[in-house]
């Protein structure tokens, strides 16, 4: 005598499987896509990053360059300076005896004073140029901080996606997004500057 019905628990049960793989299923789809891009943006800005801050030390280091260049020649100035110095102290003896002093001591510091103002205008020039590779390494390392921010947001974004893929959760998954959203948009910015 039957005991009832038969029923096929295990269709039954892959019917309901298949069910719950379509509702969700879709969702995870839909992480895994925005995961994607999450991640592709975060490795564009971690290019960005690199580059912008190898750049900046490239900068730093001709700033550093040029400074050593300017201090050279402001040390020749000075040592043109004692050098007129010298030449116009060598003429006090002759004046001490009444006697004009010999030509060439005064056509020397003349020369020297001659010499020393090209020589400042070459060191204030390296001195310009020294300023001009720090701001924009100034400017390159300021960037370099905005592209690494927004990599960190990306990370935690996509780490939040993880998160929402696991638990099925649209409320993290929706945070995850915003904070996605909040690194593109700090990415963005960076090439406005």
Known sequence: MPEGPEVETEKLHEAIHEELEKAGGSFLRLIALTTAVLAAFAAVASLEAGATVNEALVLTTEATRLQAQASDQWAYYQAKGIKQA??????T???????????????????YGDEQTEIRKKAEEFEKERDEKSREADHLLHRHHGFANSVALFQVSIALGAVSALTRSRLVWFGSMALGAVGIAMFAMQFAK
């Open 86 to 91: 010298i030449q116009q102290a060598s003429q």
């Open 93 to 111: 003896p002759w004046m001490a005896i009444a006697k004009p002093a010999p030509p060439a001591y005064g056509e020397k510091a003349r020369r």
